[in-house]
Nanobody
Framework: QVQLVESGGGLVQPGGSLRLSCAAS????????IGWFRQAPGKEREGVSC????????YYADSVKGRFTISRDSAKSSVYLQMNSLKPEDTAVYYC????????????????????WGQGTQVTVSS
């Protein structure tokens, strides 16, 4: 079982930037996907971005394309989400999660395929 810890959330003004970090520890296979999900009050949890450990392929939700960038540092067992041009509608609790499935174009759309979850970090975009 892999353990995930998110950090980097906070309060930012519209148009600002934040960088979220997800540190993984414990038992991991060689091939897996790490995803960033978010959940706003009263809304379902949605996939924001995912990255595959096997080939580095990525997926972005349409709502964040061109503004968010996912990256990984294998040496540090960490995945990052750089969020630029933030909007009030980006306000949510952000979670990172791990899946044994690596085809991110599909797996990022299915939260049920992620077996390990972090505790979440709050991102608030407000003036």
């Amino acid at each position: 079982q892999v353990q995930l810890v998110e950090s980097g959330g906070g309060l930012v003004q519209p148009g600002g930037s934040l960088r979220l970090s997800c540190a993984a520890s414990g038992s991991t296979s060689d091939n897996y996907a790490i995803g960033w999900f978010r959940q706003a009050p009263g809304k379902e949890r949605e996939g924001v971005s995912c990255i595959s450990s096997s080939d580095g392929s990525t997926y972005y939700a349409d709502s964040v394309k061109g503004r968010f960038t996912i990256s990984r540092d294998s040496a540090k067992s960490s995945v990052y989400l750089q969020m630029n041009s933030l909007k009030p509608e980006d306000t949510a609790v952000y979670y990172c999660a791990a899946s044994p499935f690596t085809y991110v174009q599909a797996v990022c759309l299915a939260t049920r395929l992620f077996s390990s979850w972090g505790q979440g970090t709050q991102v608030t975009v407000s003036s």
